[in-house]
């Protein structure tokens, strides 16, 4: 009988692994990976078109108890794909929330490739998905721009933050979220070296303005201290009959709340020392607590 070898035989193996995978079967594929020849292909891409891992199989389609065990078994968690995406990426995409916290309590690198231009945080602000959105915020994913490549900033705009993104698709409640977790409310982003080299910065109001966008995205940058001075007077005047124009208009001409500024001084303190989720235990009243958290 003919017997495969080398890397015929490797590919067998690889194969059987992403057909279990692709239908989902934990049973078989506990039963398989208790065979070293198959642990030893765990990371070889297989399958028809764009060949793929198992473990970017199990995430791209939400199979939790597959991708658990491969994870279990030693599949590498930040294996890169032909576009350089990772498992976590395509679990991002796919609006996979329970195969997200897997792969990220495995230690999936919550900003994703540095090697691909787009991210998991970016993928989410654009699905709108703000459980998502939230879990990659936790274990520090970067709400800010910054260049994936030290001492690279070619071709970086600021406007393609994730502020930015969950703004001009109209994710209200990721906008707010990136703001709670540290999104810079001028220009998502705190790299001044960066901000110096980009011609032409265009502040995050400046955007809503221009997209016509709810006031309350407006709203919110304010609350979160954007300095309302930066957006250009003839953008303004642009779209004076615009809600959103009316109020930056407003606030131009008067001095931010001293309550305002109190919130705004604790919870950058509260950021520098990544103590924000800490809000909740500070021994004050309620309604302070809640002004704090903005929350009603």
């Known amino acids: 009988m003919l017997q495969l070898r080398g890397h015929e035989y490797d590919l067998t193996e690889s194969c059987q692994l992403h057909l279990t995978v692709a239908k989902d079967d934990p049973h078989q594929l506990s039963e398989l990976l208790s065979q070293s020849r198959y642990k030893e292909v765990i990371n070889s891409p297989s399958g028809w078109g764009v060949p793929e891992t198992p473990l970017r199989c199990a995430a791209s389609h939400g199979f939790l108890n597959c991708l658990k065990i491969l994870l279990d078994n030693g599949a590498e968690v930040d294996r890169l794909d032909v576009k350089a995406q990772t498992p ?3 679990a991002v995409s796919a609006g996979h929330l ?5 792969l990220l309590q495995a230690g999936a690198n919550p900003c994703g490739s540095m090697y691909n ?3 998991p945080i970016l993928t989410a602000a654009q699905n709108g998905n703000d459980n998502i959105l939230t879990e990659l915020l936790k274990y520090r994913a970067e709400a800010n721009v910054k260049s994936k490549r030290p001492g690279c900033a070619l071709g970086i705009k600021t406007s393609t933050g994730p502020l930015y993104i969950s703004a001009i698709y109209d994710h209200l409640h990721c906008f707010k979220t990136l703001l709670l977790h540290g999104a810079d409310p001028d220009y998502n982003c705190t790299d001044q070296k960066l901000l110096q080299r980009i011609k032409r910065p265009r502040p995050v109001l400046e955007i809503c303005l221009k997209h016509g966008l709810r006031v309350d995205f407006v709203k919110l940058l304010i609350e979160f201290g954007a300095n309302v ?4 007077e003839d953008v ?3 779209v004076l009959n615009n809600e959103a124009a ?3 208009m407003q606030e131009k001409g008067r001095p931010r709340a001293l309550m305002s500024e109190c919130r705004l001084t604790i919870r950058n303190h509260l950021m520098r020392i990544r103590k924000t989720h800490l809000i909740g235990q500070l021994e004050i009243p309620q309604a302070l ?3 704090l958290q ?3």
Do not use: G, W
């Not at 329970?98 to 897997?102: F, G, N, R």
């Not at 001075?229 to 250009?232: I, P």
């Open 88 to 90: 976590l990426f395509t």
């Open 98 to 102: 329970e195969c997200v916290k897997a």
């Open 117 to 119: 231009n787009c991210s």
């Open 229 to 232: 001075h930066l957006v250009d």
């Open 236 to 238: 303004i005047k642009s």
């Open 246 to 248: 009316e109020l930056l």
């Open 289 to 291: 607590i809640n002004y």
């Open 294 to 296: 903005y929350e009603p």
